[in-house]
Every structure is written in C-alpha cells, then in structure tokens.
C-alpha cells in the first residue's frame, strides 16, 4: 500500500538530493525531456497541489480550476521549496482523505492510495530528470519504489528486479536488457479492486498540461 509517509517520504529524498544544487544553473536541460530544470521542478510541484485539490472536493470530471506556480523571480532554492511545500501538502491531503474518496484524473478516476502514488512517481521521476541535469544522484528506497510499482503498474510485466530502475523504464526513462518502455505508458489511479479502463473512448479529458487544464 502506498501512504501519505510515503510521500513523505519522496518528498524528503527529493529534496535531500536537490537542495545541495541550488545554486547551480536550473535553466538547463533537465535529463531526457524537454523542459529545464527549473520548469520541471515547478510541474511536480503543480503536479502536487493540483492533486491535493482534487481530493480535498472529491473533483470528479475535470481538474480544479486553479493553477499554482512558484513566483517567477523565484532561485532554485525558492522553486525547491514549493516542490517541498506542494509534496506535503499533498500528503496531509492524503492523510486527511477518507478511503471512499475518490477524485478525476485523465487516466481514471483515483482514490487516496493513487493519488499517493501518482505523487510519488511525479517526485522521484521527474527529480531524476533534475539530478541528470544537475549533475545529482537520487537513490529512493527500493520498498518505496517496489510498492508504487505493484499499485500503478500492475498490468505492466515488470523487466528489472531493481524496482527504481524498473520504475524509470516505465515512465520511458530508461530500458533494461533491451526491453524498452511500453509504447504508450499509463499508471492505474483506480483502486486495483475497481473496473478500470486503460484505453476509455472517448477519454473523459485530454491529457494536457496542468496549467492549461482548468
């Protein structure tokens, strides 16, 4: 099971690894994707607060219409900080979020667990993406990693018994031995209890940008 400690606990290895760069150059590439480093530091941490309202009014068809942003002149050291705030926010959400609850997301609708999970992925993934640009290294906990695996990717064959390599493969970060990401990636946020279509057609909203979303 994925928890609120769990985020937490993504949230303290994020910053850990981060917060030692601040001072570097955060306009640069942020690993394999296209954004830079301070642009994608400001996604997880939209990613986070976007999520955290999602659950705190049971938001069933569509985003919350609101968008969170760290100030524009902010350095590193202030986007970190609201990668860090919007990372406990969400887990006080979490925590808080009766086990009915349950809320939108593109992919289907979550409950708690999914959205912990989901914010997991958004933290350690995408720092990951920081750290190579950067120039860091992040070694989240293997327990950690193997959990958010067996909750969001259960319908994907695994191909690493590393569960954090395991997890980069999956989000296209990485292969192993050869065997590459899917062709089209998705976590479950629905309980694993709960019918649940990959592939809905229509899907309920495009997948766009949080900012955009609404």
Request: some cysteine; charged content about 20%; overall charge negative.
């Amino acid at each position: 099971m994925v928890t609120a400690g769990d985020v937490e606990v993504a949230t303290d290895c994020v910053v850990g690894a981060l917060r030692p760069a601040v001072e570097a150059d955060w306009g640069v590439r942020a690993g394999t994707i296209e954004w830079s480093c301070r642009k994608t530091a400001e996604h997880i941490g939209q990613a986070q607060l976007h999520w955290a309202s999602q659950l705190a009014v049971g938001a069933r068809t569509q985003y919350v219409r609101w968008s969170a942003q760290a100030q524009p002149l902010a350095p590193p050291a202030g986007v970190l900080d609201f990668v860090e705030a919007a990372g406990r926010i969400l887990a006080s959400v979490v925590r808080a979020s009766p086990a009915g609850t349950r809320a939108f997301h593109p992919w289907g609708i979550g409950d708690p667990e999914g959205f912990a999970g989901m914010a997991c992925v958004e933290l350690l993934v995408h720092s990951q993406d920081l750290a190579e640009g950067l120039g860091c290294t992040l070694d989240p906990p293997a327990d950690l990693c193997d959990r958010v695996l067996a909750r969001l990717f259960p319908h994907e064959p695994r191909a690493a018994d590393d569960p954090w390599l395991e997890l980069r493969r999956l989000t296209g970060r990485t292969t192993v031995a050869g065997t590459p990401a899917p062709a089209s990636w998705k976590w479950r946020p629905t309980p694993l209890a709960e019918p649940w279509d990959a592939n809905p057609d229509p899907e309920p909203m495009p997948f766009v940008p949080l900012t955009a979303a609404g």
